[in-house]
């Protein structure tokens, strides 16, 4: 059986943009669904104000459908090691230092983080139409609930035992996450390896087991990788690191220069930055993080405890000092208007020898 | 421009069977060969007399063109670290001992390496016309009389600075090498962090940088992946671990069971066989010399010193003493004999919807 997420969802194109928090904006989605892909709004670990804002700033701006994402992490970390988190700050209040920056310590009650259940009501109430999601499987009530009001699920996975539990729980869809992808890994069977398989040899392995369309992810970034992933089976292809570069993305142009100066080797998995697993181009501060030789406090622990310095260097716009995410294909990345890089992509598709859509 | 392997050596398809040192076989070249693909001969490392032998069987075999695969290292390790070498030794010693084997010692001197230019007169002699290599570039001088005579030359790369270093150093084709692929990487930059890029990011960005036929390899098991790489820009389609359980694979059968019982998270990355970055299916001996956490001396010391062991678990057929090599996508192995494969591969191919040939 062969799939294709038009048939799944009203999209003109099976082209999926990635949710990238800190990078897509309302803009960006809108302008994705509008020229008849499927733009998806990152609202993982976002507060429900913060989040209706965003939803409704899209709405405003497309009135096509488009996919919201949530974290669907647990919430509660089984267990905080304070010593650990202790000696990050330590770390941070000496990186801070040099740049004549005060660190204020948290206690470790004041730490506030949200995840999907936060956010279960306020997309009933926004009608939103697609969820899609990743870290985890919504549990069964919210699954049953969500279902009832006729969203469309779509979950992530990293292996071919997540994309069966995903299976199981009741997606209509997922997204087969390849080890080239940007940003973080989807993973959540927590207790195994960090599972690290190419896009060409996951996709077809979890097409084969599964019985709902698959989004493939991964180092996508032309016709001929799209062409590629739906010749593996895939039933629609999702860019991320395509889009950061865009007029309407939310990284700053240090970030966007660094993607164009990068190469298919830039990259590394690293958990320096957030506690979890994430591909990102080497810089400064993910190396002084890695060489410290300490211990990562388990997200979202350690994406708190760094992400002042994040947000310093985005608005001085020190690229040294930023989560660079981006995926093995990122040197392919251009400027442009998001719009006018959907458009770029479909034709190249359309003019190739021969077409898939 | 695209290319095609058929135009540069006379085969019928544009598929490849991987040289794999330990696995293939003269029967197993021959098979492909005489299907018409491109079987290769392993010869990386051997003593000129066995090499000689192998390729006359492979002639009697076949006579279809193969190509004969080197390593190209360099042979004097820059510097060897006898203390690594000796505690890594006392470790070998104490692992033999469990198995009741004798763990003999050797002195520096008394290790014997071989690399490409011992076989290069060998070559000459036996008129060999296409020739594939790994580790490294040859010497101007080898590809010159090389080229000389007629051969046909293919490097191999695992990123982009490789690729455009084998071309430059007047190779006819290369092969670009995936993450996902099994055995060892063909990394020759070793200065730098080992490239790990998955093949549908690494191979369109090569093909965009060289002006020769690009071979992929990572991953490849079926018309799915040898279509997706063409459609990626390939110029053949190379596939290894396809053919391990092969009936005329040299591989034990307790190392073909694991291939078939494998999944795509089953194989990891490791220095600990033979010194060099390898893909294998995880088993005992990789976790033992894995935790030990002593440095592991450099290829071909660490080769040298591993290999009796492993002897003995292929002789004894017992996989978890093994180099299991694989690549991400085992787990779709089957067995066979190698011409059958060959025509199941071909056979789902032509049967496609849309065929590539």
Redesign the interface.
């Known amino acids: 059986m062969k799939y294709d997420l038009k048939d799944l969802v009203p999209i003109k194109y099976p082209i999926v943009q990635a949710p990238m928090l800190g990078v897509t904006t309302p803009g960006m989605v809108a302008a994705v669904s509008n020229a008849g892909g499927l733009g998806s709004l990152p609202l993982g670990g976002m507060a429900p104000d913060k989040a209706r804002m965003l939803i409704r700033q899209t709405r405003q701006a497309t009135n096509r459908p488009f996919a919201v994402n949530l974290f669907a992490h647990p919430l509660a970390s089984s267990a905080v090691d304070t010593d650990q988190i202790k000696k990050m700050e330590d770390l941070l209040h000496s990186i801070y230092s040099t740049y004549g920056l005060n660190f204020e310590r948290k206690r470790l009650e004041d730490y506030q983080f949200y995840n999907h259940t936060h956010l279960l009501d306020l997309l009933l109430e926004e009608q939103v139409s697609i969820v899609s999601f990743t870290f985890g499987l919504l549990e069964a009530e919210s699954t049953q609930i969500l279902k009832e009001k006729g969203v469309t699920l779509i979950g992530t996975a990293t292996?071919?035992?997540e994309a069966l539990l995903l299976e199981e729980s009741g997606v209509d869809a997922l997204v087969a996450q390849?080890?080239?992808a940007g940003g973080h890994r989807g993973t959540f069977l927590e207790s195994?390896?960090l599972?690290?398989?190419?896009?060409?040899?996951?996709l077809?392995?979890i097409v084969d087991q599964v019985s709902i369309p698959v989004i493939a992810a991964?180092?996508?970034?032309?016709h001929?990788?799209v062409?590629?992933?739906f010749?593996?089976?895939a039933a629609a292809a999702q860019l991320g690191t395509y889009f950061i570069a865009a007029d309407e993305s939310a990284a700053s142009q240090g970030y966007k220069d660094m993607l164009l100066k990068s190469?298919?080797?830039s990259t590394?998995l690293t958990r320096a930055f957030t506690g979890r697993w994430a591909r990102g181009i080497k810089n400064s501060l993910m190396e002084q993080l890695e060489q410290s030789g300490l211990e990562f406090p388990a997200y979202t622990y350690q994406n708190s405890i760094t992400s002042g310095l994040r947000e310093f260097g985005k608005t001085n716009d020190l690229p040294e000092l930023l989560s660079l995410w981006a995926?093995?294909?990122a040197?392919?990345t251009s400027y442009g208007s998001t719009s006018q890089l959907f458009k770029d992509l479909i034709n190249k598709i359309q003019n190739d020898t021969?077409p898939i859509f």
């Open positions: 292996s071919v035992k390849g080890f080239e195994e390896p599972p690290q398989v190419g896009l060409i040899s996951l077809p392995q991964g180092g996508l970034f032309d001929r990788s062409k590629a992933v010749a593996l089976g190469n298919e080797t590394q995926g093995q294909s040197a392919k021969n």
